[in-house]
C-alpha cells in the first residue's frame, strides 16, 4: 500500500473575484501535491470556497441577489482559477454542500457533549470583513479616528447571545502542542507569533451568531448560525470523510497539511487545534503560513489599480512561466514583490537562456548529427559520470526541501545542475568533436540529454506542461514520468529515434535592464 499525503488550500472566501494571493497559495499546494505523486504517494489535494457569514451576506445584497446564488457565480470563478492554472486538485469543497453541513453539525454535537460549548451573551468589537473578534487592546484607530482591527478593517460593537468555546481551556495543551512538535507552524517566525499571542491569554470564543441567517443552523437551537471560522475550517475533515471516523477515507487521509496565508494563521493554528483536540480527533500534520504579494513595491489594491489578475499575467508571460516565477522570486513563507521586469528577467535568463537553450542546443545537435536518434556513447570520462550523477542524485535533495515546503531552495538546487551542464556543453564542445572525435560527440551529447530527462522530470510539479513537452522531445513514454523513472534502468536508450525539436522557452520582449 502506498503512502498517503493530504494536503490543502485555505477556502477561499466568496466576497470577490480570485487574485494573485489565491493562485500562490494553490500553486504552493500543487507542487506539492504533484511532487507527492510523482514520487509514489496517493495524494487527496483539496481546495474549495468558504460561502456563510455575513460577509457572503451582506455581497449577495449588493450584488441584487440572494446569497446562494451569489456563492454559485463566485465559486465558479474559482473552479476557473483552477482550471487556468492547471492546478491539479482532487476535491474542490463548498461548505453550502450537504456533506459538508453534516459534517459540522456533527462537529458541534461532539464538543457541546464534550462540555466544550455553553450559551451566553457576546459583547465585544466585530469586524465584518475579517470576519473575526478583537478585545479592546488589539483595536487601533484609523486617520478618522474611528476604531479599527489590526487588518485595518472598521468593527462595530455587536451584543448579542452567543454559544462560546471554551477556548481559554486550551491554552496549556496548545503551548504544550506547540513545544513538542516544533514544525508543527512553519515558518519559524509565524510559530513564535503563535506561541507570543496564546502565553497571552486566551479568552473564550464566540462561535454562534444571530444578527444575520445565512449560515450553517446549530444543532437543537436554528435561531443561531454558527461562527463562519468553525465552520469554514471543518471542510478539511470533511473532504477526508468526516464524521464517519472509523472508515476507511478518514483514517487513510487525515491528518492533512495545512498552506495559508499569514494573516489566517491565528484561525489555524489555535483556534483549529484547540477544535479538534476538543472532540478528540487528531491535530493536523502541519500549518504553513507564506506571505502576502506586494506589486512593484506597493501594497495591492484596488484604489490604486494594481492588483494582480491571475488571468492576466498568464496571458502576458505564459503558465508555466509563472508558475515558475512565483515559486522562485522569494523564499515561501516571507512577503514577495511581483515586478514586470523581474518575471521578464526570470523568463528570459532562468527559462529561456538557461533552461531552454541547454535544451535545445542538444537536442538540435543530436538531430542534425545523430540521424535524430538517441546517441551511442563510448566510454565516460570523469567529468560525463559526475554530471548524470549529479542529476540523479538531486531528487534526494529535492525530498529535504519539499517536506519543509522550501520550494525556492528546490529550484536553485536544480538550477544548479543546469548551470553545471551548460558548462559541461561548453567545455567538451561538442560541435567541435563531430570531426575530431564523434564517438567521443555522441557520448557528450548522450550524457546531457540523459541529464535534460531527469530535469524534465523533476521540473514536473512546477512547469507541467513545459517538462511534459521535453519529455515528448526525449521519446519518453508516459509511465516512464514517474520519480522511480529518474534511476540507470530507466536511461536514454541508445538508437531511440526522437521527434524534431523545438522550442519550449520563448523569449519575452519586455524591459530587463
Not at 441584487?64 to 465558479?76: H, K, L, N, R
Not at 478585545?135 to 478593517?153: C, I, M, N, Q, Y
Not at 471542510?235 to 477515507?249: Q, W
Not at 551511442?376 to 559526475?386: I, L, N
Request: net charge negative; proline share 5%; with cysteine.
Amino acid at each position: 500500500m502506498r503512502d498517503k499525503f493530504y494536503i490543502t488550500t485555505p477556502i477561499y472566501y466568496v466576497n470577490d473575484n480570485p487574485h494573485i494571493g489565491h493562485a500562490y497559495t494553490t500553486l504552493a499546494c500543487d507542487v506539492m501535491a504533484r511532487f507527492k505523486r510523482l514520487d509514489g504517494y496517493d495524494v487527496l489535494f483539496l481546495t474549495g470556497t468558504d460561502e456563510h457569514g455575513q460577509k457572503v451576506e451582506k455581497a449577495a445584497r449588493e450584488a441584487g441577489t440572494d446569497p446562494a446564488a451569489f456563492c454559485d457565480q463566485v465559486s465558479e470563478n474559482f473552479r476557473t482559477l483552477a482550471s487556468e492554472w492547471n492546478f491539479s486538485n482532487d476535491q474542490f469543497i463548498r461548505t453550502t454542500e450537504q456533506r459538508h453541513i453534516r459534517s459540522v453539525q456533527a462537529l458541534w454535537r461532539r464538543l457541546e457533549e464534550a462540555g466544550e460549548i455553553y450559551l451566553g451573551t457576546y459583547d465585544g468589537w466585530y469586524a465584518i470583513r475579517d470576519e473575526a473578534f478583537y478585545t479592546e487592546d488589539e483595536l487601533g484607530v484609523d486617520d478618522a479616528g474611528r476604531k479599527v482591527a489590526p487588518s485595518g478593517a472598521p468593527v462595530e460593537w455587536v451584543k448579542e447571545p452567543s454559544y462560546f468555546f471554551r477556548l481559554s481551556a486550551w491554552q496549556d495543551r496548545l503551548l504544550k502542542l506547540y513545544e513538542d512538535r516544533p514544525d508543527f507552524i512553519l515558518p519559524e517566525v509565524r510559530r513564535n507569533e503563535v506561541v507570543s499571542f496564546v502565553s497571552g491569554g486566551l479568552n473564550d470564543l464566540s462561535i454562534s451568531r444571530t444578527g444575520f441567517t445565512w449560515g450553517i443552523p446549530v444543532p437543537g437551537d436554528p435561531r443561531h448560525v454558527m461562527y463562519v471560522w468553525i465552520d469554514a475550517l471543518t471542510n478539511y475533515i470533511t473532504a477526508a470523510g468526516y464524521p464517519d471516523e472509523t472508515g476507511e477515507s478518514f483514517t487513510s487521509w487525515w491528518p492533512a497539511l495545512h498552506m495559508v496565508g499569514k494573516d489566517i494563521l491565528r484561525f489555524h493554528a489555535v483556534y483549529w487545534p484547540a477544535f479538534l483536540m476538543a472532540a478528540g480527533i487528531d491535530v493536523p500534520s502541519r500549518i504553513f503560513a507564506h506571505g502576502w504579494w506586494t506589486s512593484e513595491g506597493r501594497k495591492i489594491s484596488k484604489s490604486l489599480g494594481n492588483v494582480i489578475v491571475p488571468s492576466e499575467i498568464v496571458a502576458r508571460y505564459g503558465l508555466d512561466q509563472v508558475r515558475y516565477t512565483l515559486m522562485r522570486e522569494v523564499n515561501f513563507g516571507n512577503d514577495g514583490d511581483f515586478s514586470h521586469r523581474g518575471a521578464v528577467l526570470r523568463c528570459n535568463h532562468d527559462l529561456a537562456n538557461d533552461y531552454g537553450n541547454l535544451a535545445q542546443r542538444v537536442l538540435k545537435m543530436i538531430a542534425r548529427n545523430c540521424e535524430g536518434k538517441v546517441p551511442s556513447p563510448g566510454t565516460f570520462h570523469e567529468q560525463d559520470r559526475e554530471l548524470v550523477v549529479q542529476g540523479r542524485g538531486l531528487v534526494d535533495r529535492l525530498r529535504q526541501h519539499v517536506d519543509v515546503q522550501a520550494f525556492q531552495l528546490m529550484l536553485r538546487d536544480i538550477w544548479d545542475v543546469i548551470g553545471a551542464a551548460n558548462r559541461y556543453i561548453d567545455a567538451e564542445a561538442p560541435w567541435k568533436l563531430k570531426a575530431a572525435d564523434p564517438q567521443r560527440m555522441e557520448t557528450v551529447l548522450y550524457c546531457t540529454a540523459e541529464l535534460i530527462r531527469v530535469l524534465a522530470l523533476l521540473t514536473q510539479p512546477f512547469m507541467p506542461q513545459s517538462s511534459a513537452r521535453l519529455l515528448d522531445q526525449l521519446a519518453i513514454p508516459g509511465d516512464r514520468r514517474d520519480f522511480a523513472s529518474i534511476g540507470e534502468e530507466h536511461r536514454l536508450r541508445p538508437g531511440c529515434p526522437l521527434p524534431e525539436p523545438e522550442g519550449v522557452f520563448p523569449r519575452l520582449a519586455g524591459n530587463e535592464s
